[in-house]
């Protein structure tokens, strides 16, 4: 058994876990980059819920999957992820029936909730305790990080054989990554042998506790933000550029917050992002200067590292934060589906992105801070 001392961060294991998420991330990424080229492969098929696919496992299983991942233990909650994902995502690379590949996807998502369960649990038990929120910062980048990678990585792809290098691709690279993982990953963290209760007894358990709700409430708010801004608001302010920028605005925020954290209490990081968010969303649409919309997603990026950093600052113990971790990923999961329909309404008016933006960030300002202020209070 691999140990590691518990007075000091063992930022190589944290790197090796976060370089991990890039390819947890390419599991959504890549669709998304090679959507055109897969409509062209499936005429006439609802190629775009190959991407929602792997989120529907996020929103029907989140808060089960923090109780798995605390049963089984990290260690092989990661394990047991890297493997499975790497043969599903082997197996896309096989020409099949739009169905069959659909089947896939939907599949893909049980690896991708246990990594994005297991892998922050695991990065913030492995750092000492003045480096959680920094260590939580770096997690909160991954999937960012690893959509602008791909973006670089992967050149435009039309036919199948471009696809198929796509997806293989990327299932080599969890095939290599798998030895490392089972070399260098700690043992014997949870893996606490209790029976997982059910669905009903697992929300309300979860659901019930504000200091394992709090950080998941807060990040479903950031997510009905994110991609559908990113989505939307370029054509509206008539700047295609923030396409790109506003992406990495976020990212910036949320590593800074990691630091940030160090000093003023994450859920304050929080709800202070939200309000100052509101604010320079208000101003955007006064102005209708896309430099303010930059602003803006720093600070919701800000919010979203508020709330990683919220996870270990609340709960101590592994399995509290695995729990946590699973409300965050069923929350966000449905804030990222429900986020876009609703922007996409007032998506052609700069005022009504504007509006509805403020209207999500004031929600975030009352009902996560009401619910971090009972977590602490707790």
């Given at each position: 058994?691999?140990?590691?001392?518990?007075?000091?961060?063992?930022?190589?294991?944290?790197?090796?876990?976060?370089t991990?998420?890039?390819?947890?991330?390419?599991?959504?990424?890549?669709?998304t980059?090679?959507?055109?080229?897969?409509?062209?492969?499936?005429?006439?098929?609802?190629?775009?819920?190959?991407?929602?696919?792997?989120?529907?496992?996020?929103?029907?299983?989140?808060?089960?999957?923090?109780f798995?991942?605390?049963?089984?233990?990290?260690?092989?909650?990661?394990?047991?992820?890297?493997?499975?994902?790497?043969?599903?995502?082997?197996?896309?690379?096989?020409?099949?029936?739009?169905?069959?590949?659909?089947?896939?996807?939907?599949?893909?998502?049980?690896?991708?909730?246990?990594?994005?369960?297991?892998?922050?649990?695991?990065?913030?038990?492995?750092?000492?305790?003045?480096?959680?929120?920094?260590?939580?910062?770096?997690?909160?980048?991954f999937?960012?990080?690893?959509?602008?990678?791909?973006?670089?990585?992967?050149?435009p792809?039309?036919?199948?054989?471009?696809?198929?290098?796509?997806?293989?691709?990327?299932?080599?690279?969890l095939?290599?990554?798998?030895?490392?993982?089972?070399?260098?990953l700690?043992?014997?963290?949870?893996?606490?042998?209790?029976?997982?209760?059910?669905?009903?007894e697992?929300?309300?358990?979860?659901?019930?506790?504000?200091?394992?709700?709090?950080?998941?409430?807060?990040?479903?708010?950031?997510?009905?933000?994110?991609?559908?801004l990113?989505?939307?608001?370029?054509?509206a302010?008539?700047?295609?550029?923030?396409?790109?920028?506003?992406?990495?605005?976020?990212?910036?925020?949320?590593?800074?917050?990691?630091?940030?954290?160090?000093?003023?209490?994450?859920?304050?990081?929080v709800?202070?992002?939200?309000?100052?968010?509101?604010?320079?969303?208000?101003?955007?649409?006064?102005?209708?200067?896309?430099?303010?919309?930059v602003?803006?997603?720093?600070?919701?990026?800000?919010?979203?590292?508020g709330?990683?950093?919220?996870?270990?600052?609340?709960?101590?113990?592994?399995?509290?934060?695995?729990?946590?971790?699973?409300?965050?990923?069923?929350?966000?999961?449905?804030?990222?589906?429900?986020?876009?329909?609703?922007?996409?309404?007032?998506?052609?008016?700069?005022?009504?992105?504007?509006?509805?933006?403020?209207?999500?960030?004031?929600?975030?300002?009352?009902?996560?801070?009401?619910?971090?202020?009972?977590?602490?209070?707790?």
């Amino acid at each position: 058994m691999i140990t590691f001392p518990t007075d000091r961060t063992d930022w190589p294991l944290i790197l090796l876990l976060w370089t991990t998420g890039l390819l947890v991330a390419w599991q959504f990424a890549k669709v998304t980059l090679t959507l055109d080229s897969l409509q062209t492969l499936y005429p006439g098929s609802p190629v775009a819920y190959a991407v929602s696919g792997v989120a529907l496992i996020g929103i029907l299983g989140g808060a089960m999957a923090g109780f798995v991942v605390a049963r089984f233990g990290l260690r092989h909650s990661v394990l047991w992820a890297c493997g499975l994902s790497a043969v599903l995502a082997l197996a896309q690379g096989l020409e099949l029936p739009f169905r069959a590949y659909m089947i896939l996807r939907i599949a893909e998502g049980v690896g991708h909730l246990l990594f994005v369960v297991a892998l922050p649990t695991l990065m913030a038990s492995r750092a000492r305790a003045a480096d959680k929120s920094v260590v939580m910062g770096l997690w909160g980048t991954f999937f960012g990080v690893g959509y602008a990678l791909m973006a670089v990585i992967v050149p435009p792809v039309e036919a199948w054989g471009g696809l198929r290098a796509v997806f293989v691709g990327h299932g080599l690279l969890l095939v290599a990554v798998f030895p490392l993982l089972w070399w260098v990953l700690p043992r014997g963290i949870m893996g606490v042998r209790d029976s997982v209760p059910n669905p009903v007894e697992v929300h309300r358990r979860i659901y019930t506790n504000p200091r394992l709700a709090a950080a998941g409430l807060g990040h479903g708010t950031y997510t009905a933000l994110f991609i559908a801004l990113v989505a939307f608001l370029p054509a509206a302010m008539g700047a295609m550029w923030l396409f790109l920028v506003l992406p990495v605005a976020n990212l910036l925020g949320t590593f800074a917050a990691g630091f940030l954290s160090r000093r003023v209490a994450a859920p304050r990081i929080v709800v202070w992002g939200f309000g100052i968010s509101a604010l320079l969303f208000a101003t955007m649409a006064i102005s209708g200067l896309p430099a303010i919309a930059v602003l803006a997603f720093l600070a919701t990026g800000v919010v979203a590292g508020g709330n990683f950093a919220a996870v270990p600052m609340l709960n101590d113990a592994p399995r509290d934060q695995a729990l946590a971790n699973g409300a965050m990923a069923q929350l966000g999961n449905i804030g990222t589906f429900s986020g876009t329909p609703l922007f996409a309404f007032v998506a052609g008016s700069l005022w009504g992105l504007a509006g509805l933006s403020i209207a999500i960030c004031m929600f975030g300002v009352i009902a996560a801070g009401f619910v971090y202020r009972t977590a602490g209070r707790g």
